[in-house]
């Protein structure tokens, strides 16, 4: 019986209920949509393609002047106000946001108060956990005016990658930063499960690895922000993929911070 009544109760949105779909706030079309995920993912591939190209096909000399060339764009200093860099963020942001497409669904948009920080925990983790576009700064939904998302750290130590992402809002997931983030007034997104949640992912279900991710938790209350639980449904579907299951994997992914694997969509990088 009490299966049954709960299974006839309907959600009912309250006031603060908002929902914001990405297609109806930013018309966009198939072209802008991939070019705007290829810009975002699209560098490693971009990356990947150009050293194993400068190894095969150019003489040594060429190879290793090409590394080197990658490796400037390694240190080089990134400007995070970049005039540039913020209208590429923000045009990657709106046009996947409509690309996917992608919706977001706030409880209570009333509870958010721009001058206070929060801590949203987004899960599933996935291939790459696309749904934090919808929380962006750059594409504008959440009235939160300082937003960072917590980024593994081999991010800012790949070519491209890091200035794109850096001006998309990501910063490294360190315990140091997370609290300095905090302490700045900044909301912060965290993708708590992490290298475990992707080695654990299967295809057409969603998985969350939760159970030993405390960290997150006991920062948010040392620091006096609320926590905010984030789910995305969907994001299995996003990519396809290939991985091997093995205990030297997870360890290998452990020690370098991401998981080695195979990923595709349409056109060979972007997203389907």
Not at 26 to 39: D, E, W
Not at 151 to 162: C, D
Not at 224 to 233: R, S, T
Not at 255 to 272: D, Q
Request: hydrophobic content about 45%; aromatic content about 16%.
């Amino acid at each position: 019986m009490a299966e049954d009544k709960a299974e006839t109760q309907a959600f009912t949105p309250g006031p603060g209920y908002r929902q914001f779909k990405g297609r109806d706030e930013f018309p966009s079309n198939i072209l802008h949509g991939t070019l705007a995920c290829a810009i975002w993912i699209g560098s490693m591939h971009f990356n990947v393609s150009l050293l194993l190209f400068s190894f095969l096909f150019l003489p040594f000399s060429k190879f290793l002047l090409v590394v080197g060339v990658l490796l400037i764009f390694v240190v080089l200093p990134i400007d995070h106000n970049s005039k540039f860099g913020l209208r590429l963020a923000r045009y990657i942001c709106q046009h996947m946001s409509g690309y996917f497409p992608a919706t977001l669904h706030v409880e209570d948009i009333n509870d958010f108060h721009p001058g206070r920080a929060y801590v949203l925990g987004y899960a599933p983790h996935s291939v790459l956990p696309i749904g934090v576009v919808t929380l962006a700064e750059r594409t504008g939904f959440m009235p939160l005016p300082k937003l960072k998302c917590l980024t593994s750290s081999p991010v800012f130590y790949t070519p491209f990658l890091r200035h794109i992402w850096t001006w998309l809002g990501a910063s490294p997931a360190t315990r140091k930063n997370f609290c300095s983030l905090l302490e700045a007034g900044y909301t912060c997104i965290v993708v708590p499960g992490g290298v475990q949640e992707t080695f654990l992912m299967r295809h057409d279900s969603e998985v969350a690895f939760l159970k030993s991710r405390r960290g997150f938790v006991r920062i948010a209350i040392e620091k006096g922000c609320p926590l905010v639980p984030v789910f995305a449904f969907g994001q299995s579907y996003a990519f396809k993929w290939w991985k091997p299951r093995s205990k030297f994997l997870l360890q290998l992914s452990r020690a370098i911070k991401f998981v080695p694997m195979l990923f595709w969509g349409s056109f060979g990088c972007t997203a389907h």
